[in-house]
């Protein structure tokens, strides 16, 4: 997955922090994920369609480490989301 790809939640899925977790349901498959830590960040800052640098560098702000840090941890996470089918992952948009 290349810094440049736009990441899109995936129609359909229900979520509610419980403590501090991010518990997910898809409506349709009644699949369930459990996110903590900054896996609940990542999914409200997917609220909108997000390249994966915007994504590392604004979680690097907010957790205090490099871009380069953050990506190490985003990627694979952003890997498991799409093979769950909660995300999807779109070319660059076009200037």
Same mark, same amino acid.
């Given at each position: 997955m290349?810094?440049?790809r ?14 501090e ?5 898809h409506?349709?498959?009644k @699949?369930?994920?459990? /996110?903590t830590?900054?896996?609940g960040r ?6 909108s +369609?997000?390249?994966?640098?915007d ?6 702000r907010?957790?205090d ?7 190490l941890?985003?990627?694979? @996470?952003?890997?498991? /989301? ?9 070319p660059?948009a076009l +200037?």
């Open positions: 290349t810094d440049d736009l990441i899109a939640r995936r129609e359909g899925w229900i979520a509610a922090w419980v403590d977790n991010l518990i997910m349901m409506a349709e498959s @699949f369930y994920l459990n /996110l830590g900054s896996g990542i999914w409200e800052l997917l609220e +369609p997000r390249s994966v640098s994504l590392c560098e604004t979680l690097g907010e957790f480490t490099e871009p380069d840090a953050a990506r941890e985003v990627l694979p @996470f952003l890997d498991q /989301l799409l093979l769950r089918k909660a995300i999807d992952v779109h660059p +200037p």
